[in-house]
């Protein structure tokens, strides 16, 4: 995850904007990970950020069309490439099983995982390699909480 600006970062006052996604971004007074350092690092440069909150899709339309300078907490995509320059990475997620306990998440391809229900967050950019996985049952939900509190089957697992 980087920082993602839609235009030159040369300013002293930047308005952001990004989803609600705890523990990186979130509202007052809950913990935001990603804004505290990103807030943190451009205050140490001179340069003063707003946040807004909003959702998902509200965030990258906002930022195409230049109501926002950019994201302090985006995944990099190809697309998203095309209207944003990223910074380099400044934390690092790892997509990882879910299961309840007992159940096998040794799994390692999507062969492997055929007959299960794979609860995904539906904005997030998993990549290729998700997006193009056939025969996976991806049930989108909106947040990984979501997911967590669906009451899943014993063939259900999390990816998050």
Not at 80 to 105: C, H, M, W
């Amino acid at each position: 995850m980087g920082l993602a600006f839609a235009g030159p970062a040369q300013v002293s006052e930047l308005h952001l904007v990004s989803d609600i996604w705890p523990p990186f971004t979130n509202i007052e007074p809950h913990r935001s990970f990603a804004l505290d350092l990103v807030n943190e690092a451009l205050s140490r440069a001179g340069v003063k950020a707003n946040t807004e909150l909003k959702e998902f899709d509200e965030v990258i339309k906002g930022i195409r069309e230049g109501r926002f300078d950019g994201s302090a907490a985006l995944w990099f995509t190809e697309d998203r490439q095309e209207f944003l320059l990223y910074s380099a990475p400044y934390l690092q997620n790892r997509l990882i099983l879910i299961g309840r306990k007992g159940t096998d998440v040794s799994m390692s391809s999507f062969a492997e995982l055929k007959e299960m229900r794979i609860a995904v967050v539906g904005s997030y950019a998993y990549g290729s390699e998700v997006d193009d996985a056939s025969d996976v049952n991806f049930i989108p939900g909106r947040n990984d909480q979501e997911n967590l509190e669906r009451n899943p089957s014993s063939r259900d697992l999390i990816r998050g």
